[in-house]
């Protein structure tokens, strides 16, 4: 398993992996949640 450093922190990748993941589809539900369903409605 392969491991890198962040900062004093070692992650592995897989883990970093999954991290990368689940914000990406948390920023997507953000998008979609705006576009779709606020519209141009400023929430705050």
């Known amino acids: ?5 962040i900062g004093s922190m070692p992650v592995s990748i897989q883990t970093l992996s999954i991290f990368l993941s689940l914000g990406t589809a948390f920023i997507g539900l953000l998008l979609i ?7 141009n409605v400023d929430i705050g």
């Open 1 to 5: 398993m392969e491991i890198i450093q």
């Open 33 to 39: 949640y705006h576009y779709l369903i606020a519209g």
